[in-house]
C-alpha cells in the first residue's frame, strides 16, 4: 500500500470518527390523536416487470408470488404482449389475419393463479401488421411502427379484449386496466408526427375496447417523464374519446429540464413527486378532473456504477417518495418487482444494479425487506410535520411508524441520525417492536462479496445468502415514560409498531 493510500485511509477514518461523535440527535413528537386521512397502498399495488414472455419462466413466478404475499402486488404491467414471441398475430397465404392466445392465456392464468391481475399495456407492433420495419434497441427486438391497416388493428384489438372477458368474464376483466402503448413520446413509437399517429392509435384502440364491453378501462398517454398529458386530455375531450386513467412515468434520475422544462435544481430524491404533483394538478385542470393517475413506471436513481437500486439506500429513498407522493397519486408502478429482465440482454451477473426487488437466481435485495415492510403500514395517516417519518394507524389500533436517515448515494458525507420520539395520547409504557433495513440487515452484498461475488452462484449459496439477509426477529421494548430513543445508521430504514396504547 502507497503512503498516498495510506493518508487516504487515516483521513476516512478520522472523518467517520468525527462524523460519529457529531451524529445529529432529531426531536420528533408523535401524536396518537392527530388528523388523520385515508391512506391506502398506492406504492405497492402495481410493480413493472421485464416483457411479456417472461412470464412463462419459473422463476418469474415464483418472485411474483414472494412479492405479491410479501409486499401486498396486486398488478403487474409488463410489454410486448404482442410481440410476435407471443404469437398473437399472424396471416394466412391470403393475407387474411390469424389470431392466437395460446400463450397469452399461459401467462395471464399464471399471474392470476397467484393474485396478481395484469395492467395490460397494448404493446408493440406485430411485424406482419406493421407499417414498417422500426426495430427498437432492446435486446427483444420488438416493432415499434404503427399499423399498416387500422381496421386490421381494430379488429385484432376487438378479439383480443373479446377472448379476455370470453375466457375469465367480465366481472374479472373489468377490474383489470388496458394502458395504450409505452412511452410513445420518445423511441419506443415510430410515429410520425409522434403525438398525433399515437393519438390517433389510442382512439382506434380505446374505441375497439370499449366495443367490446363499456367496463373495461383504458386510458394513457403512458409517455416518459410526464409529457403530453394536457395535449391528451384535450384530444380526449375533443374527439370524445373514452379515457378511464391517465398513465405517465418518471424517474428519479430522469433530467430536471426534461420532466420539468425547467433549469432548476431539484434534488433527485424530489423530482418524482414534484412530477406527479405537475401532472395531477394537470389533470384538475382538464376537462376530466376526477381522472386517477397511475404512475405506471418509476424507480430511485441508479447513481450509475453506485448501483444504488441494489443497496439499502433504496428503503430510505422509497419511503420518502410514499411520504410525499401521498395525496396525488392513484398508483405507482415500480419498476421492476424482479430481475428476471432482458431489455439489454441476458443477465450475466445476479448484482448489476437492476431495477428489480430479487436479483437472478432469486436472491432477496434490501429493496424486497424495504417494500416488506412498509407493506405493514396502517391504512390511516396521521398528521406529522417531520419529513424523514411517517406514522400511520392500523384497523386494529396499532400506531405504525416508518423513520428514516436518507443520504445521496453520490454524497461523500453523512452521519447516523439519533431520533428522540415523544409519544402523546399512547400509554407511557406501550410495547415497542422495531424492525429494520440497513447495512447490517436485510441485505446480502455483505456475504455475497465475503464469497468472491461468484458470477453464477450455487443453489448452497443462494439459500444462505437468503438466510443471511432474512430480517431478524424484531427487537422488543417498551416506551419509557412515552419516549422512545431510535438510532439510524446513514440510509437506515426503520418500521416501529406500537400496541397497547391504552
Aim: with cysteine; charged share 20%; net charge negative.
Amino acid at each position: 500500500m502507497t503512503i498516498r493510500s495510506l493518508t487516504v485511509l487515516l483521513g476516512v477514518a478520522i472523518a467517520a470518527g468525527v462524523l460519529a461523535a457529531q451524529a445529529p440527535v432529531q426531536e420528533v413528537t408523535i401524536d396518537a390523536t392527530a388528523a388523520p386521512h385515508p391512506f391506502p397502498h398506492f406504492w405497492e399495488q402495481t410493480f413493472g416487470s421485464g416483457r411479456a414472455i417472461l412470464a412463462l419462466r419459473d422463476g418469474y413466478l415464483k418472485d411474483l408470488a414472494d412479492v405479491h404475499d410479501q409486499a401486498g402486488m396486486r398488478y403487474v404491467r409488463f410489454h410486448a404482449i404482442l410481440h410476435d414471441e407471443v404469437g398473437v398475430y399472424d396471416e394466412d397465404d391470403k393475407g387474411n389475419p390469424v389470431y392466437n392466445f395460446t400463450c397469452v392465456d399461459q401467462i395471464y392464468d399464471g399471474l392470476l393463479e397467484r393474485g396478481v391481475r395484469p395492467f395490460v399495456e397494448i404493446s408493440f407492433m406485430p411485424r406482419k401488421l406493421a407499417a414498417k420495419e422500426a426495430i427498437h434497441p432492446f435486446w427483444y427486438k420488438q416493432n415499434v411502427s404503427p399499423p399498416k391497416d387500422y381496421g386490421r388493428w381494430d379488429a385484432l384489438m376487438r378479439a383480443f379484449a373479446q377472448h379476455l372477458v370470453d375466457r375469465y368474464g367480465i366481472d374479472e376483466v373489468a377490474q383489470w386496466y388496458f394502458e395504450v402503448w409505452n412511452e410513445p413520446n420518445i423511441d419506443f413509437w415510430a410515429g410520425d408526427p409522434k403525438q398525433t399517429t399515437y393519438f390517433a392509435l389510442y382512439d382506434h384502440t380505446a374505441r375497439a375496447l370499449k366495443s367490446v364491453s363499456p367496463r373495461l378501462r383504458v386510458g394513457g398517454p403512458a409517455t416518459a417523464a410526464a409529457h403530453w398529458v394536457p395535449e391528451f386530455l384535450s384530444h380526449a375531450k375533443e374527439q370524445q374519446v373514452p379515457v378511464a386513467f391517465v398513465s405517465t412515468h418518471g424517474y428519479a434520475d430522469d433530467s430536471v429540464e426534461d420532466m420539468f422544462g425547467t433549469k432548476e435544481d431539484i434534488p433527485m430524491h424530489d423530482r418524482v413527486c414534484r412530477a406527479i404533483a405537475k401532472v395531477h394538478g394537470e389533470i384538475e385542470a382538464s376537462a376530466f378532473p376526477r381522472l386517477p393517475l397511475m404512475w405506471t413506471e418509476w424507480n430511485v436513481p441508479s447513481y450509475g456504477d453506485l448501483n444504488a437500486r441494489d443497496n439499502w439506500y433504496v428503503g430510505p429513498a422509497l419511503a420518502r417518495d410514499i411520504s410525499q407522493c401521498d395525496g396525488n397519486v392513484s398508483m405507482m408502478s415500480y419498476w421492476t418487482f424482479d430481475d428476471v429482465f432482458e431489455e439489454g440482454g441476458v443477465k450475466s451477473t445476479p448484482f448489476d444494479g437492476g431495477f428489480g426487488l430479487i436479483a437472478p437466481g432469486r436472491i432477496k435485495k434490501p429493496s424486497f425487506y424495504d417494500f416488506a415492510l412498509l407493506h405493514r403500514l396502517g391504512n390511516v395517516r396521521l398528521a406529522n410535520a417531520a419529513d424523514n417519518v411517517l406514522v400511520t394507524r392500523r384497523g386494529d389500533g396499532t400506531l405504525v411508524v416508518a423513520a428514516w436517515n436518507l443520504v445521496e448515494m453520490d454524497m461523500l458525507q453523512g452521519s447516523p441520525l439519533t431520533l428522540h420520539l415523544n409519544f402523546k395520547g399512547t400509554s407511557a409504557q406501550a410495547k415497542v417492536s422495531i424492525e429494520r433495513v440497513d447495512g447490517s440487515h436485510g441485505n446480502p452484498m455483505t456475504l455475497y462479496k465475503s464469497m468472491g461475488s461468484p458470477r453464477y452462484p450455487t443453489m448452497k449459496q443462494v439459500a444462505a445468502l437468503n438466510e443471511a439477509s432474512a430480517l431478524p426477529p424484531p427487537e422488543k421494548s417498551v416506551l419509557k415514560d412515552a419516549r422512545l430513543k431510535l438510532s439510524l445508521p446513514v440510509n437506515g430504514l426503520a418500521l416501529i409498531e406500537i400496541t397497547d396504547l391504552k
